[in-house]
């Protein structure tokens, strides 16, 4: 009892400290940051995130270069897949992440530190590094493959924006799953990020759906899409290369649909995610371990 008194009061003054002292936060974001990266090097997070990638560019670039299908809706296709699997990779992420901060001495390093929102924020930077990564890795080799068959592809710009849109639609997805897996642990985390791979497809109208119906799908029930963030790597990935190809293709009234689409969901994402890391930041100092609030 003494001890839960000593840590609360410990807490308690770091929080002060802070608030006192914005500039000590900002060097507190910092060292938080370089120790993320130091970690990172020895994670086994990053060896996942680098063979998924591998696998699944290296895979369906295969399949793409030399299958029937066409190449650009082919393309658009698998960057819904590597969207819609975003929340997915990101409920891994962030569990396996909590359990390690668990087994390294109890959350301390994100939950007994002076700024708990410096430590939130440098852990949120590191695993959308490792999203970014892993979205890049992946784009070159599925986009490498088909450049070498001799495949059509979308503009370099297009391919470079759906990328970023991976990782940045899946910024508030992993602040709800890094929060979830604290409070409720790994499968928790697992779980949702399951849900939301399984919402971000149905919403597209299922997996390769524009491929098979030779639509461009990425506005599909966009009005309800805008506002699942699950949902938003998927679009963000889908909509630039679908402009892309519909502005190729000359189809003005396809064009404009989608910039509206387009639009729509990246305000969305910008708005909300805004909200959500807000609130995560502005309610970090008062995050309790669960598995030390009963001492």
């Not at 440098?122 to 450049?147: D, E």
């Not at 966009?222 to 293709?249: C, K, N």
Request: proline share 3%.
């Amino acid at each position: 009892m003494a001890g839960a008194e000593a840590r609360a009061k410990a807490r308690e003054a770091g929080t002060r400290t802070c608030e006192a002292e914005p500039g000590r936060a900002r060097v507190t974001f910092r060292r938080a940051l370089r120790s993320e990266a130091v970690r990172m090097r020895h994670s086994p997070l990053v060896v996942l995130h680098v063979a998924l990638a591998v696998a699944l560019g290296a895979l369906a670039g295969a399949y793409f270069a030399f299958s029937a299908w066409d190449s650009l809706l082919g393309t658009d296709a698998f960057f819904q897949l590597l969207g819609a699997g975003a929340p997915l990779l990101a409920g891994i992420s962030c569990g396996l992440a909590a359990d390690a901060e668990q087994r390294a001495g109890e959350g301390a390093n994100v939950l007994g530190v002076s700024s708990r929102r410096g430590a939130l924020a440098a852990k949120l930077a590191a695993l959308l590094a490792l999203c970014l990564m892993a979205a890049a890795i992946a784009a070159a080799l599925f986009c490498g493959s088909l450049a070498l068959a001799g495949r059509s592809l979308p503009d370099t710009a297009a391919v470079a924006l759906a990328t970023a849109g991976i990782a940045l639609g899946s910024l508030c997805s992993y602040v709800i799953l890094w929060c979830v897996a604290l409070r409720f642990g790994r499968n928790a985390s697992i779980g949702m990020g399951t849900l939301g791979f399984i919402a971000a497809l149905t919403l597209m109208g299922g997996l390769a759906n524009g491929l098979v119906t030779g639509t461009f799908s990425g506005a599909f029930s966009i009005g309800a899409a805008a506002f699942v963030p699950f949902a938003w790597p998927s679009r963000l990935a889908s909509l630039p290369l679908e402009l892309s190809i519909a502005a190729g293709m000359g189809a003005q009234a396809q064009v404009e649909a989608l910039v509206a689409a387009y639009a729509t969901v990246t305000c969305a994402c910008t708005a909300i995610t805004a909200v959500v890391l807000a609130v995560a930041l502005a309610a970090a100092n008062r995050f309790e371990n669960p598995r030390r609030s009963g001492e």
